[in-house]
């Protein structure tokens, strides 16, 4: 396999994703009227509360659950599967157990049938990208939960696709950790833009890797904003204190308290 010139643009139109509950014929929508543009090589954050549909509407993006209605194209071609072109992090890092790091990053080459003779070498050049060059011989429960993510992220980079799908990737991490993989997430994207979608609860993570930050809303899941963050890259630590940094997290906290208050609304009356 040669590599390919880099696309990943995705148009979601009036979405809309059902499920059936469970042990009933009754439906439940999800995610309802959903229409947003990604631009190839963008990175767009999704915030929004607990059951908000944002990893619903990350998994249609992947393929893995089908639509109800409207459309989701990638690079104008309907996204009815999972396919090469876009790789998914989970916030679990579901590595294999008797593999080493560097056998986790190149089972996912093999999955894909990568060319023999350099999967190797490919495999390796993606464990040090992401840091762990002194521990391609070592086994996950070696490891920390940091470490892990970063042969997860790895593993889903080294087969070049081109729309990164990352569900809550550091939500099991330590607030210190989280920091550091988020400036060698950033460090990674900007070498060769993957278009980035990137789930997280937390606000000012959103905000430092985003160009845009979508703001979810619930019952059913929708899209409530898009705020477009005028930051400059490379972003700094030093930016999180930064005028226009304190406004965007000022504007999406009102959102979050907005939906806290509408919350404790339905709990008084029920
Ligand atoms: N497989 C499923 N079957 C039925 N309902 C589901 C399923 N997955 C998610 N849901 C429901 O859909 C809604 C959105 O879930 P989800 O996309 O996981 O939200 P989020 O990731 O924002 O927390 C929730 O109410 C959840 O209970
Ligand atoms: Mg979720």
Known sequence: MTEKATQGRLEISDLSITYRKPRSDEVFTAVEGVSLTIEKGSFVTI????????????????GLIPKASGAIALDGQEVTKPGPDRAMVFQDASLLPWRTVHGNVRFALELQRWKRDDIDERAMRYVRMVGLGAFADYHPHQLSGGMRQRVNIARA??????????????????????????????????????TAIFVTHAIDEAIFLGDRVVVMGRNPGHIRDVIEIDLPRPRTNAMLDSPAFVDYRRRLREYIAADLAALQMVEAIV
């Open 47 to 62: 915030v929004g509360s607990s059951g908000c549909g944002k990893s619903t509407l990350l998994l249609a993006m992947a």
């Open 157 to 194: 980079l080294c087969v070049d696709p081109d729309v990164l799908l990352m569900d809550e990737p550091f939500g099991a991490l330590d607030a210190q950790t989280r920091e550091v993989m988020c400036d060698e997430l950033l460090r990674i994207w900007e070498r060769d833009k993957k």
